[in-house]
């Protein structure tokens, strides 16, 4: 299968300050890296993903990064506000049909 | 609106009693799947559906069973549920395999087996 390890499991930062959580991947040929945010009692939902052929996207204060070379994938949140607490998840590709997840990180924004 | 619907979103049963989830969407999607998610695990693919009567284990399917006679409908039935099926589950879809568009997700249900 794929290992998908996601750190750290606990984050917490200062509003208006940066949030980085990190994720490695075992398998070389996962090809689609998406990360979803849960906010309690709710469903995953998807703000953000990357293809394995391209290094970086950013979508206003959220980018993802990605070494392929490294197998590993990062999520940056800018401008942290308390809206953004939640728990994050990223998850990788594999194949057509096996979206591995990472084992989330909860990020506390403190007002 | 395009959506995933679960039902139950909660249901506390017994051990040995069968129980069926039901999982809806209203987009025509090909691909199906079902997740439990624990605390500290993640999400983990329990089956997952290419299409009609297309279905595969994911990885952890010890103890559920699928069915995908319609392309809207993916049921989870657990024949004989035990307490470490105790989760919150969610069903998903996307447009088809290989595709890398998001998958949506229903709201989710809550399983406790006593």
């Known amino acids: 299968g794929e290992n998908v390890e996601q750190h750290p499991s606990t984050l917490s930062v200062q509003e208006g300050d940066s949030a980085v959580i990190k994720c490695t991947y075992s398998?070389?040929?996962?090809?689609?890296f998406p990360w979803y945010k849960q906010e309690l009692g709710k469903r995953p939902q998807l703000i953000i993903d990357i293809r394995s052929n391209v290094g970086e996207k950013k979508d206003q204060r959220i980018a993802v990064t990605l070494n392929k070379t490294a197998k590993h994938f990062s999520l940056h949140i800018t401008e942290t506000q308390p809206e953004d607490s939640a728990v994050y998840f990223c998850a990788a590709l594999k194949g057509a049909n096996n979206l591995f997840f990472g084992t989330g990180t909860r990020l506390t924004v403190i007002p | 609106e395009a959506q995933v619907t679960q039902n139950p979103r909660y249901l506390i049963t017994v051990t040995g009693k069968k129980l069926t989830v039901t999982c809806s969407q209203n987009?025509?999607?090909?691909?199906m799947s079902w997740y439990r998610q624990d605390p500290g695990l993640g999400l983990r693919q329990i089956y997952y559906s290419m299409n009609v009567e297309v279905t595969d284990k994911g990885d952890v399917p010890e103890g559920y069973k699928v069915s995908r006679k319609e392309k809207r409908n993916f049921p989870l039935i657990l024949e004989s549920p035990s307490p470490n099926q105790t989760s919150l589950y969610f069903c998903?879809?996307?447009?088809?395999?290989?595709?890398?568009?998001?998958?949506?997700f229903g709201d989710g249900t809550r399983l406790s087996i006593l």
């Open positions: 987009m025509n999607h090909e691909y």
């Open positions: 998903a879809s996307r447009v088809r395999p290989g595709v890398h568009q998001p998958q949506h």
């Open positions: 398998d070389s040929a996962s090809n689609y």
